[in-house]
C-alpha cells in the first residue's frame, strides 16, 4: 500500500534522507521511529506531498507522490502533530469544510456521523472548537483525517499532550483502524508504538538502520537469552528441575532473596522459549513461580542502540541488514 523506493532528499550538502526503502502493507500498522534530525519528519513530509524528494520514489497504493499527487494524496489521511483546526468552527462545520474540501462522494451526513462515533466526538459536534480541551482537539484532527475513508493514514504524533485515559483510547482507536488501513505511526513515546504497531522502521542520519517487529529486534540485538526467576522451592531440587527442561543450556543460583526463595539465572538456547514449561513443572510440584523477567532488550534500549552511536556487532549488522533484505522484497 506505501511503498518508499531509495527514497533522498538534499538540502546542499546535507543529505536529509539518504537513500531509504520500506513498505508498509495493507492492514499493517508501522511505527516510524527515530531520533531528532534523523530524517523521520522530512520522509513523512514527502509521504504527504508536503515537499518533494531529490530523488526515489513514493508510492501510495501504487501512484507516485510526485508525478500524480491529487490522486496520491486523496488516498491519504493525514494527521500531523498539531492538528489544522479552525478554533472558530463548530466541529460540525469544521468537518463539512474538510468533507468540501476533499471532494468526498460518500453520503454527507451518514459518513460524517460514523466518523464522529468512531473517534467520540458525536457529542461535542455542535460546539465551537476551541472551547474543547485538548484531548477532544486531538480527537477532531482524527476526525478530519477520515473523512473520505482514505485506506492510508499518517499519524504524527497522534497522543502528544493528552492526559493518560485520552492515550489509552487513542491506542485502542488506532489499532482498530489498522484494521481496515494502512498506518504509519511516528511517535517519540516508545511504550506506545511498541504497544500498537506490527512492525518498526528506525531511521538515524538519513538511513534506515532497523526494520522489523519489536521482539524480532530485541532477541537480535541482545546478547544473550536469558530469565532471571525467583522461585519459592528447595533450592537444590528446583536447581535440578530447571536443567531438565528441554532448551535450557546453563543455570545460575544468585541469590537468596528471602526465606526460601532464591533467584536463578537460566539461559537457554536461541529460539528456546522455556517459559510455559518451567511454569508447568513447578506447578506440579507446588513450587511457587514469584517473578520471571527477560534481559532481552526492551525498545527503549533497542532505540539507544541503534541511534546514539553505540556500536553494533558484526553479528547485529548482519541480523538487520537480512531483516532489513526480507521485509523490502
Known amino acids: 500500500m506505501i511503498e518508499v523506493v531509495n527514497l533522498s532528499k538534499h538540502y546542499g550538502d546535507k543529505k536529509a534522507v539518504d537513500g531509504i526503502s520500506f513498505k508498509a502493507e495493507s492492514g499493517e500498522i508501522l511505527g516510524f521511529l527515530g531520533p531528532n534530525g534523523a530524517g523521520k519528519s522530512t520522509t513523512m513530509n514527502i509521504l504527504t506531498g508536503y515537499i518533494s524528494s531529490t530523488d526515489g520514489k513514493a508510492l501510495i497504493d501504487g501512484i507516485d507522490i510526485l508525478e500524480d499527487p491529487i490522486k496520491a494524496k486523496a488516498k491519504i489521511g493525514y494527521l500531523p502533530e498539531l492538528p489544522p483546526l479552525y478554533m472558530d468552527m463548530t466541529v460540525k462545520e469544521y468537518l463539512n469544510f474538510i468533507y468540501d474540501l476533499k471532494k468526498c462522494k460518500l453520503p454527507r451526513n451518514t459518513h460524517l456521523q460514523d466518523i464522529c462515533k468512531l473517534v467520540k466526538i458525536d457529542n461535542v459536534y455542535k460546539r465551537i472548537i476551541k472551547n474543547l480541551s485538548k484531548g477532544y482537539k486531538q480527537r477532531v484532527g482524527l476526525a478530519q483525517a477520515l473523512v473520505g475513508n482514505p485506506p492510508v493514514l499518517i499519524l504524527d504524533e497522534p497522543t502528544v499532550g493528552l492526559d493518560p485515559n485520552q492515550i489509552i ?15 504509519i505511526l511516528s511517535s517519540h513515546i516508545l511504550s506506545e508504538v511498541q504497544a500498537v504497531c506490527d512492525r518498526i522502521v528506525v531511521i538515524n542520519q538519513g538511513k534506515i538502520v532497523a526494520d522489523d517487529t519489536a521482539n524480532n529486534l530485541s532477541q537480535s540485538l541482545s546478547n544473550d537469552h536469558r530469565l532471571l526467576v525467583r522461585i519459592d522451592g528447595p533450592k537444590d531440587e528446583v536447581l535440578k528441575l530447571i536443567k531438565t527442561i528441554p532448551g535450557v543450556e546453563t543455570v545460575i543460583v544468585n541469590t537468596e532473596i528471602e526465606k526460601g526463595v532464591w533467584e536463578y539465572r537460566i539461559e537457554a538456547g536461541e529460539g528456546n522459549d522455556i517459559r510455559r514449561e518451567l511454569f508447568k513443572r513447578l506447578a506440579q510440584r507446588n513450587w511457587y513461580l514469584l517473578s520471571s523477567k527477560s534481559t532481552e532488550l526492551s525498545l527503549e534500549d533497542i532505540f539507544l542502540k541503534l541511534t546514539m552511536g553505540e556500536e553494533l556487532s ?7 541488514k537480512k531483516s532489513k533484505k526480507g521485509d523490502n522484497k
Not at 177 to 183: C, D, E, P, Q, R
Not at 314 to 320: A, F
Request: charged share 45%; net charge positive.
Open 314 to 320: 558484526k553479528k547485529d549488522k548482519e541480523t538487520l
Open 169 to 183: 483510547e487513542i491506542r485502542s482507536l488506532i489499532k482498530k483502524l489498522g484494521k481496515n488501513h494502512t498506518v
